[in-house]
């Protein structure tokens, strides 16, 4: 049995000027359990640039070079009050390196010239109906520079696959600007440490001229413990405005927790937490996987213990969702220590048919030398 590990980071994108809408990433939902909290962290690399031929005052030609490197840096979160309602913040710095030559007949001339610039976003966002096929949601945001967003989204998890759809509207609140977003994702899960997404978005101008984005991105995960509470991701991005043309590298660390009860009622006789949430993480239409165990926990759940998960949930009230939750964490506490036996069996198989083959190989070899 697979399960989704990729932490529900809920992380705001960031663009000049303003601030875009939450990022489409199918393996980065919220999480739906009151006091989770998620955080990620990263840097980006998108170098760009063109040559052309150009012409001084006096009609002397030269090679015009340009060279931009965009160095970026984020940090976001996010914190589920409940099932329902979530908040997500964000800040994003960027320093662009623009270097550029101009190559005469008989000298050359260099320049070079920085720029940095900083954004930040704070978003609210409302689960219409949570745990349902699609799980909609709305969310409204504001950001710096001061701009308005709102988006909308659906998403669809058949095991081991997600799929999200988003529409989304920016507003400047200085200047014109206004854009419409509509963005498609798809994450598969390989297995327990192992995840990949593609995403893509295409972004239009409303009430102005300006040339449409088209953004594509892949992403990479890699979970750092089982529970899925810390994870890597490796992304690169395509992107197309016009005749220009972007490819981008980025490097993320995020990670999980929960504040409160929440914590604590993962699994009465382990204290360790199971975001990122993307994205372990687990998309918000599945419970969290149960944290760690070592190989002598994972294999003394008896029969009994398993007949005593569904007698405490059919005397539990259905408003105890503390209750409710740590029986569904024992469940996949005790579905993990199953695949752990599993592939315990499957390594003896494999070790035992590797015995027999050598067995056979070295019985033939002493018929060939009797012969």
Excluded: C
């Excluded at 939902?29 to 990263?42: D, H, K, M, R």
């Amino acid at each position: 049995m697979k399960t989704f590990t990729a932490v529900g980071i809920g992380a705001l994108l960031f663009s000049f000027p303003v601030l875009a809408q939450t990022p489409i990433d199918p393996l980065r939902l919220p999480q739906a359990e009151t006091g989770s909290y998620i955080y990620n962290l990263g840097i980006t690399y998108t170098p760009d640039g063109q040559q052309r031929t150009l012409f001084d005052e006096l009609g002397n030609p030269f090679i015009a070079t340009r060279f931009n490197q965009n160095l970026g840096f984020f940090l976001s979160g996010s914190y589920s009050f409940n099932q329902n309602i979530s908040i997500a913040g964000g800040i994003n710095s960027s320093l662009l390196i623009r270097n550029e030559k101009q190559e005469f007949r008989n000298f050359t001339q260099t320049q070079t010239q920085t720029d940095a610039d900083f954004g930040a976003g704070l978003s609210l966002e409302y689960r219409l109906a949570a745990r349902t096929v699609l799980d909609p949601r709305l969310s409204v945001g504001v950001s710096y520079p001061l701009g308005l967003n709102f988006q909308g989204s659906v998403s669809l998890l058949k095991d081991p696959v997600i799929l999200l759809a988003s529409l989304g509207y920016n507003k400047p609140l200085e200047g014109s600007g206004d854009s419409l977003t509509v963005g498609l994702g798809a994450g598969f899960v390989a297995n327990e440490n192992i995840s990949f997404s593609g995403t893509a978005s295409y972004t239009v101008p409303v009430g102005h001229t300006d040339l449409p984005i088209t953004s594509i991105s892949f992403r990479t995960g890699y979970n750092l413990d089982p529970a899925g509470q810390r994870e890597l991701g490796l992304r690169t991005t395509l992107s197309v405005s016009g005749r220009e043309t972007r490819v981008g590298v980025g490097f993320e660390f995020g990670g999980r927790g929960n504040i409160g009860s929440g914590a604590s009622n993962i699994t009465p006789s382990n204290n360790s937490t199971n975001s990122n949430g993307s994205n372990p993480n687990t998309p918000n239409t599945r419970p969290s996987p149960a944290p760690t165990q070592s190989p002598n926990e994972s294999t003394s759940a008896t029969p009994t213990d398993r007949g005593n998960i569904p007698e405490r949930l059919a005397t539990v009230s259905p408003n105890d969702t503390n209750s409710i939750a740590a029986a569904i964490q024992e469940l996949y506490q005790l579905l993990r220590a199953k695949d752990a036996q599993i592939s315990a069996l499957q390594q003896q198989i494999a070790t035992l048919e590797q015995r027999l083959e050598e067995l056979r190989r070295q019985q033939s070899e002493n018929q060939k030398a009797d012969r």
